[in-house]
Every structure is written in C-alpha cells, then in structure tokens.
C-alpha cells in the first residue's frame, strides 16, 4: 500500500463514501494456498506438540505449600567498596546497633517514593546521638534498594520476606522495632522443568552442553549480514 | 470561557454529527478504547463498513502521567527508579540509554567488566519484553496456549535477572557510572542452563504457533508495509526489520561492547504481519548467542561500578545516546545545567514513531486483521504516552 | 458481596436461623399443605403393581426400605424422570458441570500450569460451585434502550433449546425421552433455532459490538448447518431409518459406521464444533476484536445460563456424534445379571440397561475431551476463511461420502441382507 495517496480519506462527505477508501487489495484475501497435504501435516504436527505437553511435569507450583527459593540472604552494600552484594530486595532490616540517625536512607527516598521518616525512639544508643530511626512505610516503597546504597554504617540491608499484606493501611507502615526483626522465610522449590535438555537433547546442565546451540532461519526469510 | 450552554449546543452538535453518519446506514463508528480487551491502556477509533474499516484514528495519552517533567525534581541517581517505569519490561534497556546519556555530560569512564554485566541484563531483558509480547500476540489471535507457554518461559530469565539484581521486574540496576552489584556465584552455569533449554522450547513454539496453518492464514498478506514506507513514516526497530532494511543500533552504532561481539541482523523482506511477528522470534533466537558470547569474553574480575560524588553533577552541555530495545530505537537527550537535577530529559521512544503506520495500515483491511495489525506494531502504550 | 464483613456475633447468627425456621414453617403450613391436600384430592392416582398408590399407601412404602422398590421403579419408568432426570436434562447439566472443570484443568495441564486449585480441598474440585454462586450473587445489567422481553427470554430460550435435542437422544436401549421415527431430523430441526436465538439477542441488545457478533453468529451457524446435515445424511443411508435407536441397533448388528465414513464423521466433528462455537470458530465471541461478541451485554445470570446451555449443547452434539458413528451404547455386557443371585423380589437393575449407560457415557466423555482439545492449540480463524471453508470444502467432502455409502449399500455389502450385517 502506498503511504502517500491511501492515506486517511475523510468520509463524511457523502460523495466520496463508497468510492475513495482503498479497496483491499488482493494481499487482504486468503493468501495461503499451499497443497493440502501440507497443512494437514503442519496441523498433526501442532497437535502432536500440544498433547505432549499434557504428559510433561507442570511448569507452575503450587503457592502456599511450595514457595520459591532465593540464594543468599538479601541486598547488602558495601559502602567501603562502594558496589552492591547481590541478593533479593524484600523488606528491610535494620540494625539498631549500627544506625546513628543520620537521615542519609530518607533523604535518598525523597526523590524516589518518599517512604522513609525519621522517628524518635526511646532506645539510648552510643552512636545514635538524637535517638531517631528511620520509619519505613510499605504502602509507599517501590522497593529499588537506593537507601541501602546511601547507608554508609551497614546498618540498613534488605531480606528476603516479601509477604507483607495487612488489612489496613496504617499496619503497613513498620516502626524502627518492627523492623529490627529478621523474618523467617522458608522457602525450597526451584523451577520445575520436566528435564532440562537442550534444542539438540544435549544436557544444559554440563558448561560444554549449555555451550551448544543452533541458529536455524525458515524458508523465505532472508538473514543480514551487515 | 464557556458557559455552560455553550457546552450542551457543542455536544449536541456532535450528537447531530454521529447520528447524520449513521442515517447513511453503511459506516459505523467503533471505539476500540482502553475499555477493550484487544486495545491495551490505548484508544483508537474506527469506522467500519461491513467487514472492512475506512478510517482510523489513534488516540494516544490515556496513561500520560508527566515522566519527562518529573525528571527535573529528582537528582540524577534517583531518577533511575522513575525512569525505568515506563517500560517496566524491558527494564535494563530503558535506563540503558539514560545511564549513557548522563555518563557523557558528567564524565564518567564505566569499568570493562560493568559494561559487560550491562550488556548481559539488557539481553536478558529483551528476551522477557519479546517473550511477553508473543504472549499477548497469541492471546490477541485467541491462542490461548501461546499466552501460558511464554508467560510461562519468562520465568526462566525473570528468575536469573532476580538473581542478578535482586528484584523480578521491577530492576533498577544500571546506574550512570556501571550497574549496582556483581553478579552472585553459580550465576553463569544458571544463565547458560537456562538459555540452552529455551532453545527447545523456541521449537515448540514454531510447531504449535509460527507453522500452525490457521495462524499463517491469518498473518500472511496482512497490513503490507512497503520498504519506502516504512523509511517515511520513519518506523523502527523489529517493525523496520520486518518491511526489508537490516537497520540494528547494535551494529549502527555500536555502544558499550557491542562491537566485540559477532551477530547478524535478523530481518525479512515481506513486510507482512507474519513477518513482523516472525522477526522478534529470530531475534530471541540471535540473543541467546550473544548472551553466550557475553559470558564467555567477560574479563573474570574488576570494578563494575564507577566511583561517584553521592550527587553526581556535570558542566552545562546536552547529550543524545540511543539503544536498541525491545520496541525499537530508545533515544534519550539529557540536558543538564551545572546542578545534580537534570534541566530537561527527553525521551524518544519506538512505540510513539511505529504507531503511526498503524492508520495507513488498517485502512482497507478486514475487522478481523485488527489486532493482528496492531499488535505486530509491537506498540507499548505506557511507553507512547510515558 | 465484596463489603468489609462486621464482627461476628452468636445472638444474630441464632436469631437469624430461628427467624429461617419460622419463616420456613409458615410457608409450609399456609401454602404446602394445603397444595399437597388438593393434589392428593384431584390428582389420578397411578397403580402400582397390583394395588392403587393411595397417599397411606405411599407413606407406609417409604417407612419399610423393603417395599419401597415398586414405586421407585414405577417413578423411573414415569415421562417425567426421563425428561428431567435420566436422559435429559439432570444428566446433560451433570456432563456440562464435569465438562466445565475438566476442561479448565486439561487446558491447564496442556499449558504446564495448574489451573482451578484453592476452591476446595483437592485440586479446586468446588471451583464451578464457588463460580455458580458468584454468577447469581451479580448484578443483571440490562443496557438502556435494550429490548427488555426479548432480552430475559432469549438466554432462557437458549437453554430451553439445548435441552430439547438431548430429549431426543438415546443412551440405552428403550431410554429416550421422545422417541420419534424422525428423531434425526428432530434434532436438525431444533438445532436451526440457535442462529435466530443468536441474532435476536444480539439485536435486542442494543449496542454495536453484539450486533456484529451477532451477524457473525449468523453467518457461521448457517453456514456450518449444511455440512453438518449432510454428513449425517451418509449415515442415514446405511442405516436405512431416521430413528436414532434404530440407527444405534443397526450399527450393533454390523460395525460401527466411522470405520466405513471416516470422511463423514470428520465432517461432523468439524461442524459441530463450529455450531458450538468453540474456538478455533468462536468468531462470534472473539475477545480481541469485538469484545466479547453477542455475549457483550450479558452479566450474572444470564451469562451462567448462556454457559450453560453451550455446555448441554456439547454434551448434545458429542453424543448425537456418539449414536451416529461410534455404535451409541454398543459394547461388551460387563456387569453381573443379577446383583444378589437368587433374588425373586422387584427388578430395578438390568445388566444390559447398566452396560449400555456405561459404554454410552464412556465413549460421550472421550467424544467431549476431543472437542476440547483444539481449544489448546489453535488460534481463531477468520470470517473469510471459515465462509470459504463451510460453503466448499466441507460440503465436498461430505458429498464424497454418500457416494461411498450409497456404493456400500447398493453393492449389497451393508443395508438389509447385506454381507456385513449379522
């Protein structure tokens, strides 16, 4: 279709109703006119790859009984290396014995969800000169982890609890003691596959096996090399 | 202003206009709205005559909500959790080109092996955002089978990108100056594992959807957009690839270390529906190899991340870095003004450019060619509208 | 429904339970009994074996267990049970519950998830319970400007219909709600109203979505009638009678017919998928497109009496299939002949009765996951190509086989004295 005079043409003028939309053009009608025998054989093969689906072992778990395992135990930083430990960013964990009240946390969230305030606790600690603790509040916190990257005492990491529903909107936000408590997690599946074999039936699990792989195109494509 | 009987003589003179057309007994206007389940958050209108539509007209905004102008409140560092939101998908890519644009105007040299682990996450989650793509492609087809199997297949590399950087989707893990942790231990043999068998399941894919003669009937000879047209409407990304012009950022301008790793373009000539939803499938194929090559050439140890001021600020200039997503050609043109808040952020985005063949391409086809059309376009509305 | 629920209290949890009883026994007193008193006084009463069924009578059969036998008996042989229960309606709406859940959970299975899981202890086995009661606890939305008579009675209409073909339907020998010389063409006949059912709902309501789907429902539904009446026609043929126990007893006395029309039967499953509108021919409710087609306006009720009736409609034409080319309730008698050996009292069970219900439900519910099973694989097709497909391929194909089956009988090989007929 040509782009410059197909167009959009205006049908409100009445003259031009049934005569100035383009017709379509031949391409609109069934193209596909290959032999029979050939459908029938690409219809038995997509039958074929559906029905063995319903003998291999399903790729969903079942949630309450089985919950997915993390590696490791959360999103720590390093502030002397200044780079990140990778883990999993659930809910935070804050170390009453570390924090010295600095604001540094709410002052990273301002720009980002807001969620962090400074509050007072009744706690005397040595290195908390004010006694305030940082307030997180769930409802608000998009989870991204920044404020664990501006706290330079170790004193704040995140854990791998993401189970945090409440029916109101004030139990969602959690106090400095609150958040002093590492939650349990337990949780121990990891994907099911039925088996993990590769496009040639290689075993992926080996690094030579994983290695392998196939480029293949389909007829009437054409590949670039630029 | 307008009072408010100005209001109801406005109204019903568009009231008039609806029902003059429809005296006419032969158009009918249709709004496939945001309210639809083949639109997505996005709203055009059409008319239709019989089985045929005569006119249409997109109507993007639904979800703009202000991105580029919430950029300016927010220092540089911060924005990376508001910027990765319009595509929340295709997370890594999005903030790709933003990391590339501030590291120019401040000045900062990103560590070798970072520019590796970026180059990693941004395959990895160009295999999620086309995986979900196809998903709601078979959906839109009414193959229900095609959504639950990539939906299911996401898993694969939503699960080694939770590993990596910590979260599912929502990633937020290129900065401007690298990416914010190394990657954990055992992450390379997972990462290989799990592409090795995504390559079997890309052949289930061709047997039960891409062969399957109900699908190619449907798709081939759909929405034909020629070679030249494509280059005027100044469409991009699998949508250009599609129409016959072997155009990829990665080989065009290569950035990061893309100009050490051995590809080929995948593009084809048709130019039809089939082939718009065909390329974005060899595209996925080529992306397990380069994710292949990229584990093997990393260098084994070293910084992936640049040491920062903890307001990174850079003198008065403006800088414009593109990078291929998911969707197309990402482009983003940061200017800054000597303070830690950028001045301007714009974003360029594939979705907004490749959605403006969708009303040459419609006019003329059947009602049924709809979302086959309009889904192949590879169209994004949160990102259109941002 | 969906409001925050109040504390709990016992005193209102007992009220409200006492206040059901009173309610419960006013009813009876002031409107039960007196109908029971007036059917009892009006009302015929039927014989029994070799007594009158008196009301004394009826209540001392129920006390004793043992001489409860002869009314069961005389009640399973009454129109109404056949009607209602057995083979019609109660059976039908059994098969369309299980067809629902075992749909949802081999689609599931073919697409590696799981499928319906927390309703209920095992594997989601409440699931359509927990969906019935959610349908009837909605809101019917009736769009303004809908045409409100046609508009209630259409759904209704649409059950209605799918219930009559399964009264024409035999499951075993001599149980068959209506039992007609032209019972096969009963059946064409009342499949011919869903079309109109279609197109009136569609129109009535009002809005420009279902009226294309309404048009879409046309269009393939009349399409795909003929195929469907042609192949069937093939059968008719070699069984030389309309009748559909007739049909089922000459399959019994030769072979089954889908080992002489295969073409034939392919023919029918592919138009009766597309009357039931299962995808790939669910053009007329396609998601993507025209929302939710002729099925846009409904809500509630009517839409869980639409599901319904397509469901029973189902279970209708899998097992129309069944008695036309898979020998109906033909099969190995395997249950004892007497249950407690040496009983002289009143027979209810029949061993031939009991393995014709068997094999008959067996072969219905393999007919059934077959049906389901291109939901799993194909996309939609299109309205050119299914047109294109009903009106000249199908129809061909169909054609080709009555040649054969006209050759079949002519040749003197089936048909009456034939020589594959016992």
């Known amino acids: 279709m040509e782009a410059s005079d197909s167009g959009i043409t205006n049908p409100d003028s009445k003259d031009t109703l049934t005569s100035s939309y383009p017709k379509p053009s031949a391409a609109a009608s069934p193209a596909y006119s290959s032999s029979s025998l050939s459908t029938a054989a690409a219809f038995i093969r997509a039958i074929e790859s559906g029905s063995k689906h319903l003998l291999i072992k399903r790729f969903t778990f079942r949630y309450p009984e089985q919950k997915l395992k993390f590696v490791g135990d959360g999103y720590q930083f390093d502030p002397k290396r200044g780079v990140g430990i990778a883990g999993y960013r659930g809910r935070h964990i804050l170390y009453h014995d570390k924090c010295t009240g600095c604001q540094l946390c709410s002052i990273a969230c301002e720009g980002i969800a807001e969620a962090i305030g400074m509050v007072k606790v009744d706690e005397k600690w040595d290195q908390n000169k004010k006694s305030i603790m940082p307030q997180i509040d769930y409802g608000k916190c998009v989870f991204c982890g920044l404020c664990v990257d501006a706290c330079p005492f170790y004193a704040l990491s995140m854990t791998n609890d993401y189970e945090l529903s409440a029916f109101t909107k004030e139990h969602l936000i959690y106090t400095p003691a609150q958040l002093a408590i590492k939650p349990k997690y337990e949780g121990d599946v990891v994907l099911q596959v039925e088996d993990w074999k590769g496009s040639e039936g290689q075993d992926v699990t080996t690094t030579e096996g994983a290695k392998k792989g196939i480029r293949r195109g389909i007829k009437g494509a054409s590949h670039g090399h630029v | 202003m307008t009072t408010i009987e100005d209001k109801i003589e406005e109204s019903k003179k568009l009231g008039m206009q609806i029902v003059k057309e429809s005296e006419d007994d032969r158009l009918m206007t249709l709004s496939v709205g945001p309210q639809h389940p083949g639109s997505g958050h996005f709203r055009f209108v059409i008319k239709v005559d019989g089985d045929y539509i005569v006119y249409c007209d997109p109507d993007p905004g639904y979800v703009h909500r202000g991105d580029e102008k919430m950029c300016e409140y927010r220092n540089v560092i911060q924005n990376i959790p508001h910027l990765e939101r319009p595509v929340i998908h295709d997370s890594n890519n999005i903030t790709y080109s933003y990391s590339l644009a501030v590291e120019e105007l401040v000045g900062i040299e990103v560590p070798r092996r970072g520019q590796f682990i970026r180059a990693i996450a941004s395959e990895l989650n160009r295999q999620v955002y086309t995986l979900y793509w196809l998903a709601i492609y078979g959906i839109f087809l009414g193959h229900s089978t095609m959504f639950m199997w990539p939906a299911g297949d996401r898993e694969l590399f939503i699960d080694l990108l939770e590993a990596l950087t910590g979260a599912r989707v929502t990633h937020a893990f290129n900065i401007p100056g690298g990416v914010r942790n190394d990657i954990p231990e055992g992450f390379k043999d997972r990462c290989l594992r799990n592409v090795g068998y995504f390559e079997k399941r890309l052949k289930e894919y061709e047997d039960i959807f891409y062969n399957n003669p109900l699908f190619r009937q449907r798709t081939e000879g759909v929405g034909i957009l020629q070679k030249e047209d494509a280059i005027k409407l100044g469409v991009t990304g699998s949508v250009l690839r599609a129409s016959g012009v072997p155009y990829d950022i990665r080989k065009v301008e290569p950035y990061d270390v893309y100009n050490e790793i051995d590809f080929n373009v995948q593009y084809m000539r048709t130019g039809d529906s089939f082939a718009r939803s065909y390329v974005p499938f060899l595209d996925m194929k080529e992306s397990c190899h380069i994710i292949r090559q990229l584990l093997d050439k990393m260098p084994k140890s070293g910084e992936v991340r640049a040491k920062l001021q903890p307001n990174p600020k850079g003198p008065p200039n403006e800088a414009y870095r593109r990078v291929e997503s998911g969707r197309g050609a990402l482009g983003y043109y940061v200017v800054s003004d000597g303070t830690p808040k950028p001045y301007r952020v714009k974003i360029s985005v594939g979705s907004f450019r490749n959605i403006l063949a969708l009303p040459f391409l419609l006019v003329g086809s059947r009602m049924a060619d709809m979302p086959s059309i309009y889904w192949s376009l590879n169209y994004w509305p949160v990102e259109a509208d941002r | ?422």
Do not use: C
Request: aromatic letters at 14%.
């Open chain 3, 1 to 422: 429904m969906s409001t925050y629920p109040e504390k709990f209290r016992f005193g209102e949890f007992v009220g409200s339970i006492v206040w059901l009883v009173f309610i419960i026994l006013i009813l009876v007193t002031l409107i039960g009994l007196p109908l029971i008193f007036v059917v009892l006084f009006y009302a015929p009463l039927p014989p029994v074996g070799d007594q009158v069924l008196t009301p004394y009578l009826f209540l001392s059969m129920t006390v004793d267990p043992t001489r409860t036998l002869p009314i069961i008996k005389y009640f399973i042989h009454t129109d109404l049970f056949r009607i209602a229960a057995f083979p019609g309606f109660s059976y039908a709406a059994l098969f369309a519950a299980v067809t629902i859940f075992v749909e949802r959970k081999f689609l599931a299975k073919m697409q590696l998830r799981v499928g319906p899981l927390y309703a209920g202890k095992i594997e989601g086995i409440f699931q359509l319970l927990a969906d019935g009661l959610k349908l009837v606890s909605k809101e019917i939305i009736v769009p303004s400007g809908a045409d409100k008579p046609i508009f209630w009675a259409a759904p209704i209409a649409f059950v209605a219909t799918a219930a009559a073909v399964t009264t024409l339907i035999p499951v075993a020998p001599g149980w068959v709600a209506a039992n007609i010389n032209v019972g096969l063409l009963a059946v064409f006949a009342i499949l011919g109203f869903f079309p109109l059912i279609a197109l009136l709902f569609s129109w009535a309501s009002n809005s420009k979505y279902p009226f294309i789907g309404g048009l879409r429902a046309l269009h393939q539904m009349i399409a795909f009638e003929i195929p469907f009446i042609l192949s069937a026609l093939s059968v008719v043929i070699l069984a030389g009678s309309l009748n559909l126990t007739e049909i089922v007893n000459s399959q019994i006395s030769s072979n089954w017919y889908i080992l002489f029309l295969p073409i034939s039967a392919f023919v029918f499953y592919i138009s009766s998928l597309a009357e039931l509108e299962r995808i790939p021919f669910d053009l007329p409710e396609a998601e993507s497109e025209i929302v939710a087609g002729w099925l846009t306006e409904t809500s509630g009720m009517i839409y869980g009496l639409i599901q319904l009736g397509s469901y029973i409609k189902t279970y209708a034409l899998a097992a129309l299939f069944v008695v036309l080319f898979l020998g109906g309730w033909a099969g190995p008698v395997i249950f004892p002949a007497e249950l407690t050996p040496g009983y002289t009292g009143v027979r209810i069970y029949n061993a031939i009765t009991a393995s014709a219900i068997f094999w008959f439900t067996i072969k219905t519910f393999g007919m059934i996951m077959l049906m389901l099973l291109p939901r799993g694989i194909n996309p939609r097709i299109r309205i050119d190509i299914l047109l294109h497909t009903g009106w000249y391929k199908l129809i061909v194909l169909a054609f080709i086989n009555m040649f054969v089956a006209l050759a079949l009988v002519y040749g003197g090989i089936l048909g009456p004295g034939g020589l594959l007929v016992r």
